[in-house]
């Protein structure tokens, strides 16, 4: 059966306490809708609805950031979860498959959740996924007969004996996508809240002699946003079970706890990360790279035998070959550093591709930006650039070509040449010393005066 998602990120989320709308806080460094959204692709499926409401512009366009296909809906009040799902009707139009309705601020639902929901579809009406709550507090409760489910009742307008069941509903819910618009549809706001409950099509179905039943997932996974402190104990739950995924798959992490990860980092076998790194989205590491302390990374690739740092960063599109050696207080961006290249220490390379076994001297600079332009800059395998070397691009040094150190380079280098670009050295015999004399002369006038 085919998929669509509907993700509902309208809501404010009050006790953020923030100017930013909740589901653009970031997790992993990503905004937490993405990884709801993320969290839907295990299904592939062939729409995706997100529904915007508070801060409907910002949500859209981190929606589109990532996916330029989905399309974004406008709730502009927000009447409750079903009132939420029915502005994705028409943009769901034609569709003829699953829809599953999941929520922007529950970022952690796991693949084979997903697809055990899409199982139990094919024999049921109404899908929902709930969990054991340790602490039931004010989710909405299911009521079960057997293995059926009858009813979801909020918090707010739940008996005492409902609010005693600790089969709490996770907000995630499957349905067909004709049948959920249908059933939506009669679904009306005489409630405790006011509110259009999504929870009530259970009943409806269930009156319509259709049936629903439940599939539960670990509450862990079910996982809700709804203040500051929320959101720093998910990055804590998303960064634990990254390193312990990592670890598994053959990472060395020296000191995991003081290492953070994004949604997307992907790290091979044998690699070896030492403490305090930080990989911001858009990351991979081939096995058997090394990522010494203190680096930072961000979309990035670094290959196998590399290694990066200490204290090393990588900005978007720094790409390192095999064998590469990225050193201290080295910062690379949008650059191809071949194979056996070494940056060792204290440069900036940016805008620029380096050939094999180039050798990179301390200091050196790719002056990449004009003030309003950025420009390229090349160098060539096994070029030798001497330290405190400043490359104004847009320059190429030529394949084995050579840069005197301290070289302010303007102009293209041949291959196999040598280009120097600095003051003449002169030197003045004795002068030195007259000069201490001097100074120190006036330094002894200078303390008589005063
Ligand atoms: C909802 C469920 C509850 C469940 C809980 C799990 C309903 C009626 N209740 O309650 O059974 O236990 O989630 O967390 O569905 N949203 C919109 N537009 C709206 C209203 C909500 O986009 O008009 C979005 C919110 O931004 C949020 C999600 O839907 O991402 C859930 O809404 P929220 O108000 O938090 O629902 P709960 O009261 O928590
Ligand atoms: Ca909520």
Known sequence: MKTALIILAAGKGTRMNSDLPKVLHPIAGEPMLIHAMAAGESLMPERTVVVAGHAAEAVRKAALAYDGTVAVVEQPEQLGTAHAVQQAESALAGFDGMALVLYGDTPFIQAETLEKMQAALADHDVVVLGFEAADPARYGRLVMHGEALDKIVEFKDASDKERAITLCNSGVIACRSDLLFDLISVVDNDNASQEYYLTDIVAIARARGLSATVVTCDEAETLGVN?????????????????????????????????????????????????????????????????RAFSHLEGCHVSRGATVGPYARLRPGA??????????????????????????????????????????????????????????????????????TMLVAPVSIGDGAMTGSGSVITSDVEPDALALSRAPQVEKPGMARKMFEILKAKRAKAQRGS
């Open 319 to 388: 790409e390192l070959a095999e064998d590469t050696r990225i050193g201290n207080f080295v910062e690379i961006k949008n650059a191809q550093i071949a194979e056996g290249a070494k940056v060792n220490h204290l440069s900036y390379i940016g805008d620029a591709t380096v050939g094999a076994a180039a050798n990179i001297g301390a200091g050196t600079i790719t002056c990449n930006y004009d003030g309003v332009m950025k420009h390229h800059t090349h160098i060539g395998a096994r070029a030798f650039i001497g330290s405190n």
């Open 227 to 291: 203040s500051r402190a929320d959101l720093a104990a998910a990055e804590a739950a998303f960064q634990t079970r990254k390193r312990i995924e990592l670890m598994a798959d053959g990472v060395t992490l020296m000191a995991p706890d003081t290492v953070f990860f994004a949604r997307d980092t992907v790290i091979g076998r044998d690699a070896v990360v030492e403490p305090n790194v930080i990989f911001a989205p858009g990351v991979s590491v081939e096995s058997g790279a090394t990522i």
